[in-house]
């Protein structure tokens, strides 16, 4: 019902930035919540950030204060600046759209393919 398709990821130095987005399309009035995660290879995939319908934004401890989450709702596009890039922030980010809280439903949400982010000099 839905497809999400991201883009931006890439190579970039310590201390650098990246834009992530991701595009959504399809049965897309029904979203209330979409973020980003990202799973390191033998690890959980773990919350980067999310937005809601509202506009509350969550961010993990990690990426506070250099991760910025945003929409734009005329293009059906979340987007995730990233600034302060460090190593550990390598790995892939996925995007994530979905349904949750609502009363009388189950929650649901789908996923991006992935995109790349390497930090490194």
């Known amino acids: 019902q839905v497809q999400l398709v991201e883009s931006g990821g890439g190579l970039v130095q310590p201390g650098g930035s990246l834009r992530l987005s991701c595009a959504a399309s399809?049965?897309?009035?029904?979203?209330?919540?979409m973020g980003w995660y990202r799973q390191a290879p033998g690890k959980q995939r773990e919350l980067v950030a999310s937005?809601?319908?509202?506009?509350?934004?969550n961010y993990a401890d990690s990426v506070k204060g250099r991760f910025t989450i945003s929409r734009d709702n005329a293009k059906n596009t979340v987007y995730l600046q990233m600034n302060s890039l460090k190593p550990e922030d390598t790995t892939d980010y996925y995007c994530?759209?979905?349904?949750?809280?609502?009363?009388?439903?189950?929650?649901?949400?789908?996923w991006g393919q992935g995109t790349q982010v390497t930090v490194s000099s």
């Open positions: 937005i809601t319908s509202g506009g509350v934004t």
């Open positions: 399809g049965s897309i009035f029904s979203i209330n919540v």
């Open positions: 994530n759209a979905g349904r949750v809280r609502t009363t009388g439903t189950n929650p649901w949400f789908y």
